[in-house]
C-alpha cells in the first residue's frame, strides 16, 4: 500500500550541481505531478504528465526538467542547481485530469 | 488569474470545539475544489473533493461546502479533536486545466 513513493527524503547540493529526484506510484494512475512548496506561497506546479508518454509546463517550470519513464514512475531534474531552488518538492498523482490528487512525502533540498 | 486565500493562517481551538476554515478563490468558473490535510514534514491528503455542481461534501466529521457565486468554500470540523491539528490546504482547478491552484493553508491547533 505504497502510494506515491519519492526519493531522496533530504538533500543538500552545492550551487551548479545536478540531480534528479525520483518518484514512483504504484495506483496505476495515469497522470502524475511536481510541486515545490515554499514558506507563504503555498504549492507551485513546476511540471505534470497528463498520460504515458506527454510531459508540459507548470507554472514555475524555469531550471527544471523532467521525463515520464513509465506509466509508474516520473523523474524531475535539475541542472544546475541555484539556491532559489531550496525548497520542499512533491511529487503527486491522479487516476485523471482534475481527480483526487495522491502525493509522496516530499523532499527536502537545499542548494547552498 | 486565480488567486486563491485562506484566513486565519493559523488559529489555536480547545478540543471538543466545532470549528469553520475558510477558502476564497477570485475566478468562479471552477471546476472543482480539494480541501488538503497536511501534517508537518508530510505530504499532502486529500480530505474532500467538491465538483463545481456540487454544494457540500461530507466524509465523517468533516463537511466542506461550496458557494461558486460567492467564491467562497469552508471545511467545518466538528468536535475537533488534537489529532486534527494540522495544515488545511485548499486547492481549485478550473475546466479544462491539470493545475490546480492552492492556497496557503490555515495551521490548525487543537488543544488538549
Known amino acids: 500500500n505504497a502510494g506515491v513513493t519519492q526519493t531522496p527524503k533530504f538533500q543538500v547540493l552545492k550551487t551548479g550541481q545536478s540531480m534528479t529526484l525520483q518518484c514512483a506510484q504504484d495506483?496505476?494512475?495515469?497522470?502524475m505531478y511536481w510541486y515545490r512548496q515554499d514558506p507563504g506561497m503555498g504549492l507551485r506546479l513546476i511540471y505534470y504528465s497528463a498520460s504515458e508518454g506527454t510531459t508540459d509546463k507548470g507554472e514555475v517550470p524555469n531550471g527544471y526538467n523532467v521525463s515520464r519513464l513509465n506509466k509508474r514512475e516520473f523523474s524531475l531534474r535539475l541542472e544546475s542547481a541555484a539556491p532559489s531552488q531550496t525548497s520542499v518538492y512533491f511529487c503527486?498523482?491522479?487516476?485523471?485530469?482534475?481527480?483526487?490528487?495522491?502525493f509522496g512525502s516530499g523532499t527536502q533540498l537545499s542548494v547552498l | 488569474k486565480q488567486e486563491v486565500t485562506q484566513i486565519p493562517a493559523a488559529l489555536s481551538v480547545p478540543e471538543g470545539e466545532n470549528l469553520v476554515l475558510n477558502c476564497s478563490f477570485t475566478?468562479?468558473?471552477?471546476?472543482?475544489l480539494q480541501w488538503f490535510r497536511q501534517d508537518p514534514g508530510k505530504g499532502l491528503t486529500s480530505l474532500l473533493l467538491i465538483q463545481s455542481s456540487q454544494r457540500e461534501q461530507t466524509s465523517g466529521r468533516l463537511n466542506a461546502s461550496l458557494d461558486k457565486s460567492s467564491g467562497r468554500s469552508t471545511l467545518y470540523i466538528a468536535a475537533s479533536q488534537p489529532g486534527d491539528s494540522a495544515t488545511y490546504l485548499c486547492a481549485v482547478t478550473t475546466s479544462g486545466t491539470y493545475k490546480y491552484i492552492f492556497g496557503t493553508g490555515t495551521r490548525l491547533k487543537v488543544l488538549a
Open positions: 503527486a498523482s491522479s487516476e485523471g485530469q482534475q481527480e483526487k490528487l495522491f
Open positions: 475566478d468562479s468558473a471552477i471546476y472543482n
Open positions: 495506483m496505476n494512475h495515469n497522470s
